[in-house]
């Protein structure tokens, strides 16, 4: 396979710090490679130089003749001027572009509701965004290169996103991609480049075996590594614990994750913290009665009565513009229902994380900043933590100490802004797209904290990993003003979403629909069918593998032996996501 760019000892820096050093990668048509690292460790960079929009101050950087590259940087799109028609076709009207089903299944999903004929100057940032993304995979490319495309998603686009873009991978479009989200790297990537300390370490599989891979590497390291090294294990424990696709990996990679998470409690005794959290917050925390609120002529919440006790974890998810944010804002106090009433626990300490940063003095110091709030602290686990301590967990050390906030990245200002919120020590925590912006080691440190946070916390984002690894339940905002609880979680609600959108489609008359018992009676049925053809290939598998120990010194036979494997075990995977697909 061709490479269509190859970086040899390449070398970037900024000022007096390497970013890269001496890096030797390449992207091969076809591959689905996921980059992740900490906030400033150089991944935009990386990917800039990648695609020829960076000169790297040493090294060579060979991007192939015929290669058609396209990049999604994290700047604004389109100029003043342009409508959004410009930005996508070049102006081409509805009946040139749409012809491509392709083309209309990208518009109706991430851009829904958009008037094409829009001047690109009127719209929001994360529309901005959206647009870029889909302007970006509406040409046929031979490598994309994503920074961040799942921001401003909801998990509804977010999941049509992943099977786009694997589908046109198998296609064989080659993808480069920063993202935070990690069931969107799961789902998509085939290999993983983590950046850290000027070098670029390369695993195979998605982020499920990288974290395995990363961990393998630690317990190899050094004992210094021993923090780090503990968050992973925990996150790998989870995984484990996890959906049943997530644990479709060959044996011998379940058997060394069960090995290394032997050891390793649950991510938290619910019991234990909601005895705690019954104790700091009495019966009390939020009762709502008959409330309704409207923006303009929406109604957001529609007589909704919702009790929300102590220890309860709770996730919200819904399209944007659902009322997530309302639903928060009327909770803490920010807003007021327009009818209905929400009472309020007497011992309730809130803490409201924003997805504004705006709260934050940017002519402070880091240290000022949390310093001025509260020297020393114990948090609601009981274990005392300074404030310095803190800033060390959270990634501000040395320099960055005294780094004036405005100063800072926006993944850093969400760091301090979730810092502070710790500090202030409250029972309640009510979260507004906490993932926004922050890398996966800040995710990991968050989420350690939280699986031992003894309050009531409701969380609003659109990360379903993160979603599923803090929260207890989910509820979703459906956009007709309810609000419902999901036992089954991000999977039911895209479910709903599905069936809400097929209800809304016109069918063919010829078409009789069948009824659930006949659905589900022909669904079991082809899963034993797949069950049955998959133990056979099984058998095949080992009786190859016996033939090729027997000829292991026949490199003829062996070399045949080889190929036979190869596509036994490509039938193999190709059965058993078949079967996973039924069987959700």
């Keep these: 396979m061709a490479n269509l760019v190859n970086l040899e000892t390449v070398t970037h820096g900024y000022g007096t710090r390497i970013l890269l050093d001496h890096v030797s990668l390449g992207v091969g048509a076809g591959e689905v490679i996921g980059v992740v690292g900490r906030n400033g460790d150089g991944k935009s960079t990386l990917l800039r130089i990648l695609t020829g929009a960076l000169e790297p101050d040493d090294g060579r950087v060979t991007i192939a003749n015929s290669a058609s590259v396209a990049r ?51 719209l929001s940032g994360g529309e901005r965004r959206r647009v870029g993304l889909v302007e970006v995979l509406m040409h046929d490319h031979d490598l994309v290169v994503l920074d961040e495309p799942t921001n401003h998603l909801d998990v509804e686009a977010v999941a049509f996103l992943a099977d786009h873009l694997a589908e046109r991978t198998r296609a064989g479009l080659a993808l480069v991609v920063v993202s ?161 009433k929400i009472k309020r626990g007497q011992t309730l300490r809130m803490g409201y994380l924003s997805q504004a940063v705006t709260e934050l003095d940017g002519t402070d110091t880091v240290l000022q900043s949390v310093t001025r709030l509260k020297e020393e602290t114990r948090l609601a686990t009981g274990r005392d933590a300074s404030a310095s301590n803190l800033l060390e967990e959270f990634g501000f050390t040395g320099d960055k100490l005294v780094t004036r906030i405005q100063d800072l990245s926006g993944g850093e200002r969400r760091r301090l802004q979730f810092l502070r919120l710790l500090l202030e020590e409250p029972n309640v925590l009510v979260l507004d797209e906490p993932t926004n912006d922050l890398d996966i080691d800040t995710l990991t440190v968050i989420e350690d904290y939280l699986d031992t946070w003894p309050g009531t916390l409701l969380v609003v984002s659109h990360d379903r990993y993160f979603l599923e690894r803090v929260t207890d339940v989910s509820y979703s905002l459906l956009g007709d003003g309810s609000c419902v609880l999901l036992p ?72 045949s032996l080889t190929e036979d494997l190869q596509r036994l075990e490509a039938r193999q995977q190709e059965l058993e996501d078949t079967w996973l697909d039924l069987a959700d």
């Design 180 to 340: 935070h989200d990690r069931w969107f790297l799961d789902a998509v990537c085939t290999r993983i480049w983590e950046v850290h300390d000027g070098v670029v370490d390369a695993y195979d599989g998605g982020y499920a075996a990288y974290v395995l891979a990363r961990v393998e590497r630690q317990r190899q390291a050094a004992a210094n590594e021993s923090r780090r090294r503990n968050l992973a294990r925990k996150e790998l424990a989870w995984l484990r614990r996890g959906a049943p696709a997530r644990t479709s990996k060959p044996k011998f990679r379940i058997d060394a994750a069960e090995t290394l998470i032997s050891d390793v409690p649950p991510p938290r005794d619910k019991l234990a913290l909601q005895q705690f959290a019954i104790t700091r917050l009495g019966k009390d925390v939020f009762d709502l009665v008959n409330v309704t609120y409207c923006a303009g002529d929406r109604t957001l919440l529609d007589h909704l009565t919702w009790s929300i006790g102590p220890g309860d974890r709770i996730g919200v998810v819904g399209v944007n513009g659902a009322g997530k944010t309302s639903l928060l804002e009327l909770l803490v106090g920010l807003r007021t229902p327009d009818a209905g």
């Design 72 to 122: 999604l940087a994290q700047g604004h799109v389109g100029t003043p001027g342009e409508s959004v028609r410009d930005v996508l076709v070049d102006g081409a009207p509805d009946h040139v572009w749409a012809a491509r089903a392709d083309r209309r299944l990208l518009v109706e999903n991430l851009l829904p509701g958009l008037d094409l004929d829009r001047p690109i100057e009127q």
């Design 488 to 559: 089954g979680g991000v999977d039911e609600y895209l479910a709903r979403r599905r069936a809400a959108h097929a209800a809304a489609a016109p069918t063919p008359s010829a078409e009789k629909p069948r009824s659930d018992a006949a659905e589900d009676r022909r669904r079991k049925k082809e899963l034993a069918r797949i069950e049955s053809q998959l133990a056979r290939v099984e058998q095949e598998v080992e009786h190859l593998h016996a033939a090729m120990a027997a000829s292991a010194t026949d490199y003829e036979r062996l070399a």
